[in-house]
């Protein structure tokens, strides 16, 4: 049984989300203590972690950029805060999920099992690997070979090397551009549904490879 960490200052909203979780079979325990969480997150004994942003002795972005120092427990901040540079500022520190209050409790058990996927995924079925040939600016899919344009095999590359890792658009155009020229947003954009138009055309089962995350950016979703 997967045990989540949850660190939160309202009791009540805390003990809504262990009600619900444990209802959902996962085993929880509750702080509202960010020196607590370190602490208890040192433990290594929790799969992953809820950390509020707001906590009564220290603020959750320090709390996840310590918690990074030494470990990969997935790590989910839920806040009021609702500005973009908060968003991408806690998914660049290393959190794996953003979750904006008020939120639903059956909204937060759904996204704690999609993290938990992410980190733990099963193997994928043989025809569903993804390799990628930088000599033929290929990926490969099993037997499926997808011809890519430079700008595509890019962003595939940095995609593929953190799976599950949600890149903004402004950190893509970083990776892919290295002569800094100037691009919008939509030609990002552009490129990602060519790409993963590709992509779902050469899988066996129309996995679609690139998720969204609605006003934050992009992600390799594996099988």
Not at 180 to 189: A, E, N, Y
Request: aromatic fraction near 6%.
């Amino acid at each position: 049984m997967s045990r989540i960490l949850i660190v939160e200052d309202e009791p009540r909203l805390s003990q809504l989300v262990a009600d619900y979780l444990a209802h959902a079979h996962f085993e929880t325990e509750q702080t509202d203590s960010a020196k607590a969480a370190i602490t208890l997150a040192e433990s290594g004994r929790f799969d992953a972690m809820l950390l509020d942003l707001m906590l009564p002795d220290g603020d959750g972005m320090e709390v996840c950029k310590s918690i990074r120092k030494h470990s990969n427990l997935p790590i989910l901040m839920i806040t009021a805060r609702v500005d973009e540079v908060d968003r991408l500022l806690g998914l660049e520190l290393g959190a794996d999920d953003y979750i904006c209050k008020p939120f639903s409790p059956r909204e937060v058990v759904a996204r704690v099992k999609a993290v938990l996927r992410r980190a733990h995924p099963e193997p994928a079925p043989a025809g569903q690997i993804l390799e990628l040939d930088p000599e033929r600016y290929e990926a490969r899919i099993g037997s499926q070979h997808i011809s890519l344009t430079a700008i595509e095999f890019a962003l595939m590359q940095t995609l593929a090397r953190h799976p599950g890792r949600i890149w903004s658009r402004d950190q893509l155009m970083d990776e892919i551009y290295q002569d800094h020229r100037v691009v919008s947003d939509r030609t990002i954009d552009s490129h990602i549904r060519k790409l993963r138009k590709k992509l779902t055309e050469h899988s066996d089962d129309a996995h679609d490879w690139i998720g969204s995350v609605y006003g934050v950016g992009y992600r390799l979703e594996t099988p």
